[in-house]
Every structure is written in structure tokens, then in C-alpha cells.
């Protein structure tokens, strides 16, 4: 039961960045034993309002209280210190430090002579981590542990610390559902524990599942903060966007026979990652390759583009065997991968968008391999520039500059110049907000009718049955199952990718779906 | 509901680190073993009692200032200024202890010219923004001035006995040096490995925002520790005037690049996060004991660079080889 | 107004060193009466190529996102080759094999960054000792003695009244410049010190560029040494200790970032005028060499301390 006087109250919070202003006087209180949840699109100011709690920021204008008391807005060791924690999106953690190094870090034990205490430190680690259910040696090397492990390492590192307030950043983006189940039911328990969380997420279904208070964010304004149960999915994406969410106007359909198949892969294995995988995909088509986190699909895409190298089994594209030991044999192939974190694998931040575009094209008969054709690059531009719909004032601008969804369209921009005819895009529409996500849809459907063969693999179940004519679903690297048009809905996909081969042990997790069950 | 986590690999315990680590040691032990075994049998003076406190004596100036910089490479910084600041801190030792000034205040004055270098590099790093590499790049130009200034171009011969003592007395059988060199790497490695000061200089090493999240104060971090290592310099500037005895300020030229590679072949990564100090030690005595074998087999003293040379680049092989195979990224760009 | 002042302020932060060189020779004209001699300024633009050259094959390496610490040596082992090969083979073949025996020994030194996942910095360390050793081993650590005169014009003579070398340097950056803005290789070299890793998944043939980029230093190198060779008509080991660490400096100093990705040609060939003009200005004023150390350090550290202050604090106007 939520505490009658707030533990955090944040008034009238301004922020500018240069011309932009990001916060336009939010208020924002929590409570204590509440999950109090922060949604809205990219750019809508989440971000800014948790680093600005955090003490990251200074904003322009506004006040804090935590406990009742009035507080000024000093660093990120005041705001520590007031008992504000925070789990960041971007780890803090420091890979080649231990486990217990880093849960303890800045406030280490210490015996005389200012030695560290490393008994204390190792026990102290340890309760933290059993209450989140973990057991992890403390002496592991932090950078060795899986996505999921770390990210409880992050929150035992909040706790050490023993705050009123936990600020949790998208603390799902990396999870699957078993993980996500495990770290629902751990902030529950903070919760319970008098913690007040304030839980900032894309995922409306974790929303939901979790959240006593819902506050929408939009454009830096706050549009409203009600409480959960008296609010749906559907007005708060309304809320959200400012807009109801036009549906993709695309229906799968099953691309004629006789079309010839521009990839076909049989029994491709890379030992370790995943097992003779089979499948086709036609010129005009969009394949979907759905799977959790660890299904080895991932890996697959990679492999196929020649970052990784299968151990067995063939790969064809358009009749030719194709042997990819190198990016480059994958281009030459006609092969394009769009990998998933664009800022690490795919934008060079200081080349421009038309260098951006035109970084993988090359040279077309007749050209000189040697030299940049100004003006027949501006020309190709223009044109993919419409066909794509990249909103960006001129090319030379940086690419930093442009949203995230423009940014996507600039790779893929970039596989058009390439003349790639088979486009292989991991998580196209990661970090890219409700409304471009449509326009990335409207946009592979046109790449596929231009003749392409695209291959999607996504996490989003929702994505994949909207944009796609078939999937296969992949589980612990095999293939599982290949869902045909008809049999292409949301739930089937989640339903297959969690089930697995009928020949495995039985999974003891249960089925998460992103929707209420029937009682 | 509680999960038994186990590292990914088995490489990912910290304890295989440590022994990968060792293994590091052992190599270099084992080219040290070499050396000694294949030139001890072409000149069996080499095993003598003074030719190996000769190779201590000449390994110390590169383990004290080693000691140092294996602290600011963990840290991800670079150094390039240790040379000059040598120098600067022999001549000064060797002017004062030469017109009549104690010998305890004149050390200390030379160690306090290193340690101000040092700080006045981190503060250009940490005030200025200006990165390490260019940073001690200028204060190598500065220090360098500063040092021909003040000795107006000419050396100086150290007639104080006690100084020159420090240089050759002997320590339960151990040169002085050497002794101190030890006692340097024993205080640096306590202070790197079992204090809060050394942890968050590895962790600012490794990931500076997360060690800035955390409440570290990384800046203060940077200048203590660039403090440290222009003490250390200076402190190597003191062995080699006690050792060699008559000092000019060019008596550090080309050191930095010495202690860098040392450093490297110890087993420090220069992508930050860890440090290899026994190993830095370790080296230093390896690179004394190559120059002396080549020395007493009549080898010109070119070959020694070809030496050096090699085995800088055989051992980032191996680390870059090593890297790879725990998975971690290959190092990046030093000290920016 | 304001947009005439806040023009100008942008044109000051793009351009800094040239801004500030200019200011320089403005206030040296001023102030010396020797500086403006024929002989003075010859001087200095004969001096500043030796630096300038290597600066522009170095801007485009650190700009790919490598450093070369072996140019001393590099530089020295190639300026020994055309010594002594001139006398047997004539200038044309002597500069020739220089030349080329500075892009292979550049090549070496990309081979091993990219083969053998060598850091740069620490590499090229490496190869600073080999090379070294080399230049002794051949030399038999004696100074190789030059005569041939069309060799030593190349270095100490002048063409129209303008000293050759530094004609030859405006040749390297006319060259540098069209590789690196107007070739595909050039953006391959932009985008690589950009994100390497998403240059490998846009196809770019990541050892090719660095080994290219690595023989580029070599050959730039290598014609410095040839050109310095010429100058002082003599060669040997130690001719250029300390090189690169004035190369790096003007290339710093011109702008370019030690992060790679980004660069400017025009800067670092500001950046090697730079450097000569300072010491020209302290030898024409009558201070001391040593002297001369610490005004160097100090102008290396305000020049880009200038720039770290001014975003830190002006970020936000400007």
C-alpha cells in the first residue's frame, strides 16, 4: 500500500539542451512499496527526467524533495547519498573487475591501514546477490557473466547502498522472457520491501504486469499519471504518440512458386551456436526468423554475412555456392546484413549520410574504382532518398544528427546502393520509436517488391507477423518450425519459440504473453 | 527460486586471469633462463656474482619508474615524459649533493621535482582536456628545458660518497637498487591491488563512466597517480646518478620509451583495467640481462635494440593471441 | 553584426592554427627586423618540410586510427639507403629505392597491426628499435657521407627562389589531400578511424587500407629523410631522434583528433609551419636552445589546451 507523503516529489522539472528543450516543467512523485512506471516514445524525455534524479543533469528549473526534505540537485554522489539508486540503460560495470569489485565499488570495506577488506567485501557481495535470488561466485570477472547476470550484478550494486528510490532504465531490453519473469519478480519483491521503484520501459506489456502508477511523457510535457488499473493498452499508446496507432496495411501472402529462391541455406551448423538449419527465401519475399534470446539466430545472420564461420552445411545465393569467410565475400555475393546495434555495427558517427549511404556501394562498370563520382552519388541519393523516405535536410549532414528511425533507413539506404538483392536485417526497428516503425515496415515491403529476398530476425513477435509472409522460429539453434502466412500471428510465434523441439526435456518456464490470461 | 550461475567460461574467474597472468611471468622467466643458460655457456663470466649485481643495478632505474607507469597504463593514460623528468631529477640531485647540500635534502628535492612534473601533467590532462599522450609530450619538451637550464648545459660528478654508496652498496647480498626497486614494486603492488585508491584507478582503467557513476572521483584519480609516476621517474633519476656518478640532462634520453615497452612486455595491457607489476620487474631484469649477455659476448650495441625490438612485438603477439582467447577487445589507442 | 562576429568566431574554431600562424608571422614581421629577410623565411620553409612531409602521411594514419612511433627510424634507414646508394646508381634510382624501401618498411609495420593484432602504438615501438638497429648494422655506425650534387640540391637548393623541399611538400599535401577527400581509399581511411567495426560490416577491406595507409607514412617518411639527406649531405642512425614525436605534435596541433575518424591536411601542414616559425621567432629574439624546450612544451600543451578549454566552457554559445 502506497505511503501517504511521497518518498521523491520532483516539481516543475525544466530542461534545455542548446536550442532543444527536452522537460518542460514535469512533475513527477513516488511513493514508497510503489512501482511507479515512466513511458513515452524516444525523445519524449524519460531519459532526461531519470538523469536529472539522478543527479547526472542539473536542470534549468524545478525542485526536489526526497523524504520530505528539500533537496538541491547536486551530483550523482548527492543524489546517491539521499538514497536514490539507479540502474542504468548502459552498464556500469566494469568488466575486468570482480563481481564483488564492482557491487562495492566507491564504498569498498576496509581494514586498518586502508587495505581492503576482502572476507567482508565477498560476504556482503554474496547476501546482496542471494537477495535476487542469484549465486554468483563473487569473485567471478564481471565481464565473463551473461546479459541477464549483469544486470542483477547492476541492481545488487543499487541495493548496496540501500536506497529509498530505484530508478530501473529499461531494465528488460536485453532479457528473454524466463529473465524477464526473474527480474519482475525481483522488483516486486523490492517493492514489498518499502522501495519505491520508478520503472522506465518500452514493453507496455511489463507495464502492466508490474506498475502501480503509470506517468506518459510526450514531447517533454506530462500528459498524465493515473494509476494502472484505470487505464489500457490502447489509450496509452494514444497517450503516448498524441495519436492512435495506425495499423501496417500489409496482409502476408505466399510469393509465387515459381519465383526462383535467392538464398537457400541447408543444414548450416556453427558448432556451439546452432544446428542444421534449413530454409529458403525467394526473390519478393520477407522471411522472419523469430527466437529468444540465445535461439542462435543472431549468430546465423552473422554467420551467413561471414562474421562468424559455420562448421558445416551450405549456403546458396542465387544458385551460387556461397562460402562467406569475410564481409566482403558476402557483398560481393550480393548479401547485406543491418546488425543489430546500429551505433557499434553499423553508422560511421563522423561521415556524413551520403557517405554513409555510399560506404558499401561499389564501383559500377565503367567507373574508376579509384574515385568518388560526386555527382552521380548525389543523383543515386535523391533517388533512394524518396524511395526510402529518409527525412534529413541535406547529405552532408552528419549522421548523429538524424532520429534513430532515419538513421536505420540511411543502412538501409546503404544496401540499396550496394545492389545487394539479399538483405539480412537483424532487429531493424531496435531503438526506434512507434511512429518510424511503421515507415521501416513500409520500407522492407518495398525493398522486397523490388526484387529483393529480406530476411528479418526480431524479438518482436508483434514486428514479425506484421511485416513478414513467413517465419521460422528457431529455439537453442534449431530450427523449429516454419509458420506460412496463414498460421502467421503473434501468438503462434511466441508460442513456438518458447516450446522448442517436442523432443526436448520439458521447459519449466511458463508461456509469456504480452496480454492478460483468462483466469 | 534461485539460480546457480557459473562463469560463461572458465577463463572468466578472476583466479585464471591472475594465472594467465603468471604464465605471462613464466614466459619471460623462461627467456630469462634461456639467455642465461645459452650465454653462460659461450662465457661462464657471465654467471659470476658481479656481472649478475651488475644486471640488478641497470634493471632498477626500469622497475622503479616500470612500478609507476604500469599504474598509469592501467589506467589507460600513457606517460611520455618519464625520461626528461629523469634527467631533470638526476642533475638536480647531482647539482645540489655536488655545492654542499645534505644528501637527504637534496634526494628529497629531486623527488619532489618529479612529483610536482606529475602533477602539473595530470592537471593539464584532467583541467585542460588535454590527452595524456600530448600532454606528457609537452612536459617531455618542458622538463627537458628545464633540466638544460638549470645544469646550463654541462654535468656534474657526484663526489659525495654516501650517494654514490647508495649505488653499490649491498643488501644481504642484493645491490641497494635492486632492493629498492623491490620495495617499489611491494608498495605499488599493495597500493594497486589491496586499496580502494588502486581498484578505482583500475576501474577508471577499464570503464571511466562507470567508475564516474559510481562516485569515483576519476580526476583527482588521474593527477594522483601521474603524481605517482613522476616520483617514480625521479626516483630512477636518483639510482642512475648514484650508480653511474656523473650525470648530464640527456641522461634520460629515450627512457620513456624503455619503461614503456617493459611495462608491455610484463604483461600490462594497454587497453587499461589490469596491471602486471611483478611482471614489469620481471621484464626490467630480462632487458638488463639481454644487454649484458650482448655486452659480454662482444655484440655491438645496436643488436641490443634488434633485440628489444623483437621480443616487444613477440610478446603483444602472444597478448594479442591471449586476448582473444578470454574474449576480451583488443587494446585501443593508449592515453587518450 | 552579430552574424559577421559569430561568423567569425565559427572561422576561428575551424581554423585555429591557421588563424593563429598567421597572427604569428604578423606580430614576428613586426617585431624583427631580421625575420622578414629572404634568407629567414627560406629558412623556415626549408625546415618546416622535413616535419611537414611526414606530418601528412601521419595525419592520414591517425585519422584511419593508428599512431607510427617508428618515423625516426624509418626516416633514417631510408635517407642512409639513398646516400649510399647515390653514388652507384645516380639520383633518380637512389630517391627511387629510398622511396620504396619506405613503403615497404611501412608495409611491415601495418602487417604487423593488422596480421598479427598488434596495437599500433606498441608495434611501431617495436619496429622503432629494429629499424634503428638496421640503420646501425648497415652504416657499421658510421656516418655515411654524401657528394652528389644534384642529390644535395634536392635538399639545400632552391627552385624560383623557393627552397625544393618545401616544394616538394606542398607536392606530399597536394597528393595526401586528393587521397584522402577525393578516392574511395580516403573514405575507406575516414571511415575506419571512425568505427572499425562497422567499416568491417560495410565491406571495407580494413588490412588492405591499413597497410596501405601504413606504407603511405613510410613513403612520406622516407622522402623527408631523402630531402634531409640532402640538406645536412650526410646520413646515419640518430639524424632524426625525436621525429616523430614532432611529427605527431604538428599533426595534433593542426586539428586533428587523436581519436581518429576525423582530420585536417591543411592543419597539420599550419602545425609543422608552426612549430619551425616558434623556434625561428626564439633563435631570431636571442633565446637560448634550451630555453627553447620548455617554450615548445609549453606551446605543444596551450594549443590544445586552448581548444579543451574553450569545450569545455564555450561548448554551450557556440
Not at chain 1, 540503460?89 to 586498518?112: C, D, I, M, W, Y
Not at chain 1, 530454409?279 to 562474421?307: D, K, N, P, Q, Y
Not at chain 1, 556524413?352 to 555510399?358: G, Y
Not at chain 1, 502466412?485 to 504480452?514: K, Q, T
Request: with cysteine; charged share 15%.
Amino acid at each position: 500500500m502506497p505511503d501517504q507523503q511521497p518518498i521523491l516529489a520532483a516539481h516543475g522539472i525544466v530542461k534545455r539542451f542548446g536550442g532543444v528543450q527536452a522537460l518542460r516543467g514535469v512533475d513527477f512523485d513516488l511513493h514508497a512499496s510503489e512501482v511507479h512506471a515512466l513511458v513515452g516514445e524516444n525523445g519524449a524525455g524519460k531519459s532526461t527526467l531519470i538523469r536529472v534524479l539522478a543527479g547526472l543533469h542539473r536542470p534549468d528549473e524545478g525542485t526536489l524533495e526526497v523524504n520530505s526534505r528539500s533537496m538541491r540537485f547536486g551530483g550523482p554522489l548527492a543524489a546517491r547519498r539521499a538514497g536514490i539508486g539507479t540502474v542504468a540503460q548502459e552498464f556500469t560495470l566494469v568488466p575486468k573487475l570482480s563481481v564483488a569489485e564492482n557491487v562495492l565499488l566507491g564504498h569498498e570495506p576496509r581494514r586498518p591501514w586502508r587495505l581492503l577488506d576482502w572476507p567482508v567485501m565477498r560476504r556482503r557481495t554474496s547476501e546482496l546477490l542471494e537477495q535476487l535470488g542469484l549465486e554468483i561466485d563473487p569473485q567471478a570477472r564481471a565481464g565473463s557473466l551473461s546479459i541477464a547476470d549483469q544486470q542483477l550484478v547492476e541492481i545488487a550494486k543499487a541495493l548496496s547502498l540501500e536506497p529509498s528510490v530505484l530508478i530501473m532504465d529499461e531494465p528488460t531490453a536485453a532479457l528473454n522472457p524466463a529473465e524477464v519473469d526473474r527480474l519482475i519478480d525481483v522488483v516486486g519483491a523490492l517493492r514489498d520491501r518499502g522501495v519505491g521503484v520508478l520503472y522506465v520501459t518500452h514493453r507496455l506489456g511489463e507495464v502492466f504486469r508490474l506498475a502501480d502508477r503509470i506517468t506518459v511523457l510526450r514531447d517533454g510535457e506530462q500528459v498524465a499519471t493515473q494509476a494502472a488499473a484505470a487505464i489500457d493498452e490502447d489509450e496509452l499508446i494514444t497517450q503516448m504518440l498524441g495519436r492512435e496507432l495506425t495499423a501496417v496495411d500489409h496482409e502476408p501472402q505466399e510469393v509465387a512458386e515459381d519465383r526462383q529462391a535467392l538464398l537457400r541455406v541447408s543444414e548450416l551448423s556453427l558448432e556451439g551456436d546452432f544446428s542444421q538449419v534449413s530454409f529458403e527465401v525467394r526473390a519478393g519475399e520477407v522471411l522472419g526468423i523469430a527466437g529468444l534470446v540465445g535461439s542462435g539466430r543472431s549468430e546465423l545472420m552473422r554467420a551467413l554475412f561471414g562474421l562468424l564461420h559455420p562448421t558445416a552445411g551450405t549456403a546458396e545465393v542465387d544458385a551460387t555456392s556461397l562460402t562467406a569467410t569475410h564481409p566482403r565475400d558476402a557483398l560481393a555475393a550480393g548479401v547485406f546484413l543491418l546488425a543489430e546495434d546500429r551505433k557499434a555495427e553499423g553508422l560511421i558517427p563522423d561521415l556524413s549520410v551520403r557517405e554513409n549511404l555510399f560506404l558499401t556501394a561499389a564501383p559500377d562498370d565503367g567507373e574508376s574504382p579509384w574515385l568518388l563520382r560526386r555527382s552521380a552519388e548525389t543523383k543515386e541519393y535523391e533517388q533512394v532518398k524518396s524511395f526510402l523516405d529518409i527525412r534529413a535536410d541535406s547529405p552532408e549532414q552528419p549522421i548523429p544528427t538524424l532520429s534513430g528511425g532515419n538513421q536505420q533507413k540511411v543502412l538501409l539506404g546503404r544496401a540499396m546502393a550496394s545492389h545487394a538483392r539479399v538483405l539480412l536485417l537483424s532487429e531493424p526497428t531496435r531503438g526506434v520509436d512507434v511512429g518510424a516503425k511503421s515507415d521501416i515496415y513500409r520500407a522492407l515491403r518495398k525493398l522486397a517488391a523490388d526484387d529483393a529476398a529480406v530476411v528479418v530476425s526480431s524479438s518482436d513477435a508483434l514486428e514479425l507477423s506484421q511485416v513478414c509472409d513467413r517465419c521460422l522460429v528457431m529455439s537453442k539453434g534449431r530450427a523449429v518450425r516454419v509458420l506460412g502466412p496463414a498460421e502467421l500471428d503473434e501468438d503462434s510465434i511466441v508460442a513456438a519459440a518458447v516450446r522448442g523441439r517436442d523432443d526436448d526435456e520439458a521447459v519449466d518456464e511458463h508461456v509469456d504473453v504480452d496480454k492478460e490470461q483468462p483466469a | 527460486m534461485s539460480t546457480t550461475t557459473v562463469p560463461r567460461s572458465p577463463l572468466g574467474r578472476l583466479s585464471v586471469r591472475r594465472l594467465l597472468d603468471v604464465l605471462q611471468s613464466a614466459g619471460l622467466l623462461a627467456v630469462l633462463i634461456v639467455v642465461f643458460v645459452v650465454v653462460s655457456v659461450l662465457e661462464p663470466h657471465f654467471i659470476s656474482g658481479a656481472s649478475l649485481k651488475t644486471i640488478l643495478v641497470n634493471s632498477s632505474q626500469l622497475a622503479v619508474c616500470g612500478v609507476g607507469m604500469t599504474m598509469v597504463i592501467a589506467l589507460r593514460g600513457i606517460d611520455l615524459s618519464v625520461g626528461s623528468v629523469e634527467a631533470l631529477a638526476a642533475v638536480v640531485a647531482a647539482k645540489l649533493s655536488s655545492t654542499g647540500t645534505p644528501l637527504a635534502l637534496a634526494i628529497a628535492i629531486a623527488l619532489l621535482a618529479g612529483l610536482v612534473a606529475g602533477t602539473i601533467n595530470g592537471l593539464i590532462i584532467t583541467q585542460l582536456r588535454v590527452p595524456a599522450f600530448v600532454a606528457t609530450l609537452g612536459m617531455l619538451s618542458i622538463a627537458q628545458g628545464v633540466a638544460l637550464l638549470y645544469s646550463n648545459g654541462g654535468s656534474f660528478l657526484v663526489s659525495d660518497r654516501a650517494f654514490t654508496a647508495i649505488g653499490r652498496d649491498v643488501v644481504l647480498g642484493v645491490p641497494l637498487p635492486f632492493v629498492i626497486a623491490l620495495l617499489a614494486l611491494i608498495a605499488g603492488w599493495v597500493l594497486f591491488n589491496q586499496t580502494r585508491f588502486g581498484r578505482h584507478t583500475a576501474a577508471a582503467g577499464d570503464n571511466e563512466e562507470a567508475a564516474i557513476a559510481s562516485g569515483i572521483r576519476v580526476r583527482s584519480l588521474i593527477v594522483a597517480v601521474f603524481a605517482i609516476v613522476g616520483l617514480t621517474a625521479a626516483l630512477a633519476g636518483v639510482l642512475v646518478t648514484a650508480q653511474v656518478g656523473d650525470v648530464d640532462a640527456t641522461v634520460g634520453m629515450g627512457f620513456e620509451l624503455n619503461v614503456i615497452a617493459v611495462v608491455v612486455l610484463g604483461g600490462t595491457s594497454l587497453a587499461g583495467g589490469r596491471g602486471n607489476l611483478p611482471g614489469t620487474v620481471l621484464a626490467s631484469v630480462l632487458v638488463a640481462s639481454i644487454n649484458a649477455a650482448l655486452n659480454i659476448l662482444g655484440v655491438q650495441t645496436f643488436y641490443q635494440y634488434l633485440a628489444v625490438g623483437l621480443l616487444l612485438i613477440l610478446a603483444l603477439a602472444l597478448e594479442a593471441f591471449r586476448d582473444r582467447l578470454t574474449g576480451s577487445r583488443p587494446s585501443a589507442r593508449p592515453g587518450v | 553584426m552579430e552574424r559577421v562576429r559569430s561568423g567569425l568566431a565559427t572561422i576561428a574554431a575551424r581554423y585555429t592554427i591557421e588563424v593563429v600562424l598567421v597572427v604569428l608571422v604578423i606580430v614576428l614581421l613586426l617585431t624583427s627586423s631580421s625575420f622578414g629577410t629572404s634568407d629567414n623565411l627560406n629558412g623556415v620553409l626549408r625546415q618546416s618540410a622535413f616535419v611537414g612531409i611526414g606530418a601528412a602521411g601521419m595525419t592520414l594514419l591517425i585519422v584511419s586510427g593508428a599512431f607510427d612511433l617508428s618515423v625516426a627510424s624509418l626516416l633514417a634507414v631510408c635517407g642512409i639507403a639513398a646516400g649510399k646508394l647515390v653514388g652507384d646508381v645516380g639520383v633518380v634510382i637512389a630517391v627511387v629505392a629510398a622511396l620504396l624501401l619506405g613503403a615497404g618498411l611501412g608495409s611491415v609495420n601495418g602487417l604487423i597491426v593488422s596480421r598479427l593484432r598488434v596495437p599500433a602504438f606498441v608495434a611501431t615501438l617495436g619496429t622503432q628499435y629494429v629499424y634503428l638497429a638496421i640503420a646501425y648494422i648497415w652504416t657499421n655506425n658510421q656516418v655515411v657521407v654524401v657528394s652528389n650534387t644534384t642529390f644535395l640540391a634536392l635538399g639545400a637548393g632552391s627552385i624560383a627562389g623557393i627552397p625544393t623541399p618545401f616544394l616538394f611538400m606542398i607536392g606530399t599535401y597536394l597528393v595526401c589531400w586528393y587521397l584522402f577527400w577525393r578516392t574511395r581509399y580516403g573514405r575507406h581511411v575516414r571511415a575506419m578511424g571512425s568505427n572499425e567495426q562497422a567499416s568491417l560490416i560495410a565491406g571495407v577491406p580494413l588490412e588492405r587500407v591499413r597497410v596501405a595507409t601504413f606504407a603511405l607514412v613510410g613513403v612520406c617518411t622516407a622522402l623527408a629523410g631523402v630531402l634531409l639527406t640532402g640538406l645536412v649531405s650526410s646520413a646515419d642512425g640518430t639524424v632524426a631522434t625525436g621525429y616523430e614525436l614532432n611529427v605527431i605534435a604538428a599533426v595534433v596541433v593542426g586539428g586533428t583528433s587523436l581519436n581518429g575518424g576525423r582530420g585536417t591536411l591543411a592543419g597539420s601542414f599550419a602545425g609543422a609551419l608552426f612549430f619551425t616559425l616558434v623556434s625561428n621567432a626564439l633563435n631570431l629574439y636571442g633565446v637560448g636552445s634550451y630555453w627553447q624546450y620548455v617554450v615548445t612544451g609549453l606551446v605543444l600543451v596551450s594549443a590544445l589546451g586552448v581548444e579543451g578549454l574553450r569545450r569545455r566552457f564555450w561548448l554551450e554559445t557556440i
